[in-house]
């Protein structure tokens, strides 16, 4: 019922579920079994919930590198950077999905549409996502609170939550590199039931889809 993204070792494995995919994800790791990838899930909105279903595989030599004068590193999944395009194309929510490294000492601007919703996530490093390093001018949480020191640097696991990003995003290091996803997308405005892996607008809608996978008429014949 939405669009469904993987990325496991640089490999991509991009789905919209729409009504005719059942699925389950069974990545290989390593030897020792391990493994490192993401996963990002985007609703469909309802005049799309029982879309045709697509499925691509994209192989990690087909996402474009851009590097900037300022000394970023960006992997462009989604979107386009410096008017370089992604491998994922035609989301209905418009998304952009960036994988971006940052050296120490360097800056990152990007400019994002002001209707979309943002957020960062840090794999790995550290960064400010606040350009005016005013930790008081947004929420932060964390383990013990009275361990924070003004002004608060974002570090690896940490997602950063864009209410009104305007028309740029701003990141900035120090002593330390960063690898952080920046991710937008177009919001729907609309009401969500959901319930394992089915995203509906209502109970009802819920109840009937489930009880059309139980019936076997879930998946439509095309």
């Known amino acids: 019922m939405g669009n469904q993204g993987h990325i496991f070792a640089g490999d991509i494995q991009w789905m919209t579920a729409g009504s005719g995919i059942i699925h389950q994800e069974m990545p290989k790791g390593n030897r020792k079994g391990q493994i490192f990838g993401f996963q990002l899930w985007a609703n469909l909105p309802a005049r799309s919930k029982m879309m045709d279903p697509r499925y691509r595989g994209i192989n990690h030599r087909e996402i474009p590198v851009v590097s900037t004068a300022d000394g970023a590193k960006i992997r462009v999944i989604c979107g386009q950077v410096n008017g370089i395009h992604g491998p994922v194309k035609d ?34 490093g550290e960064a400010y996502f606040d350009p005016a390093r005013n930790p008081f001018a947004h929420d932060t949480a964390g383990i013990n609170y009275f361990d924070m020191q003004p002004p608060c640097s974002c570090s690896d696991g940490c997602i950063v939550l864009y209410e009104k990003s305007g028309a740029h995003i701003v990141v900035t290091t120090d002593r330390h590199s960063v690898r952080f996803l920046l991710i937008s997308g177009k919001p729907l405005n609309e009401p969500i039931a959901w319930y394992g892996p089915i995203v509906m607008n209502t109970q009802e809608e819920l109840r009937i889809a489930f009880q059309e996978y139980r019936d076997g008429t879930f998946i439509r014949p095309r």
């Not at 989301?91 to 050296?103: G, H, Q, R």
């Open 91 to 124: 989301i209905v929510t418009d998304p952009e999905y960036l994988d971006v490294e940052l050296s120490a000492g360097k800056s990152f601007t990007h400019t994002v549409k002001p209707d979309h919703n943002v957020f960062a996530y840090v794999i790995e």
